[in-house]
């Protein structure tokens, strides 16, 4: 049972283009929603995350959207560059009584130059 | 600081062995938890610990055993390797105290290959 749903599975985006992953959760104890960035041969790194309570938050060219109603979240990369080249993963955060962190299943960004 | 560290980068085992991954972290985190990573299924949890004595199983603890000795060190046992268990293995930790537990600090990985 995937608990959170990723797409696309693969992204090509032009150089200074905008690049959209998008993911849905079910579990509505899930209460922080992070991104991971990760570079071939490396281990995951956080990017962004934000809280339920929240519609957007920006980070520099990253902004994560959220809609509480829908139970969807999405990343979006303004300005793409051919260093944002990277998988990338939302997941969510149980810190309650499960304090597990639920991975989607990844989007493989590359930017062209 | 060194961070988190894995040991060994890199593992070859035949079905039947056993075997201990290492990982190992110098940020004093209460929070530690073993992943594995397939294609086009992202991390899933295999077990975690909120600190020393303690752990808890995650989705996919089968097959594995975990212990926590001490703040620093977290190793995953593979108790009879199987080819389903062919994956890469990340190791991570993350302060209770920050009030962010999502922010987990990735090792670098273990890939392992069972034949």
């Known amino acids: 049972q995937q608990q959170v749903k990723q797409s696309p599975q693969s992204l090509i985006v032009q150089k200074g283009g905008i690049s959209i992953i998008n993911c849905a959760y079910e579990n509505t104890a899930f209460d922080y929603f992070p991104w991971y960035q990760q570079f071939p041969g490396k281990g995951p790194a956080l990017l962004i995350a934000i809280r339920p309570d929240v519609s957007e938050k920006k980070e520099g060219r990253f902004t994560i959207s959220f809609n509480k109603s829908a139970k969807q979240f999405s990343l979006h990369i303004m300005d793409s560059q051919p260093g944002d080249s990277a998988t990338y993963f939302c997941a969510a955060f149980d810190s309650g009584s499960a304090r597990q962190l639920t991975f989607g299943s990844g989007t493989q960004l590359t930017v062209l130059p | 600081n060194a961070g988190v560290t894995q040991t060994p980068k890199f593992q070859v085992l035949k079905t039947g062995q056993s075997m201990t991954l290492q990982c190992a972290q110098d940020m004093n985190h209460e929070y530690m938890s073993w992943y594995r990573q397939d294609p086009g299924m992202g991390l899933r949890l295999i077990h975690y610990?909120?600190?020393?004595?303690?752990?808890d199983q995650g989705e996919v603890p089968n097959g594995y055993n975990v212990s926590r000795s001490t703040t620093e060190d977290f190793p995953l046992r593979l108790l009879s390797a199987a080819p389903s268990q062919t994956s890469v293995y990340f190791c991570?930790?993350?302060?209770?105290?920050?009030?962010?537990?999502?922010?987990?600090?990735f090792g670098p990985g273990t890939r392992l290959t069972v034949t």
């Open positions: 610990s909120v600190g020393a004595g303690i752990t």
């Open positions: 991570a930790s993350s302060s209770l105290s920050s009030g962010k537990i999502y922010e987990q600090y």
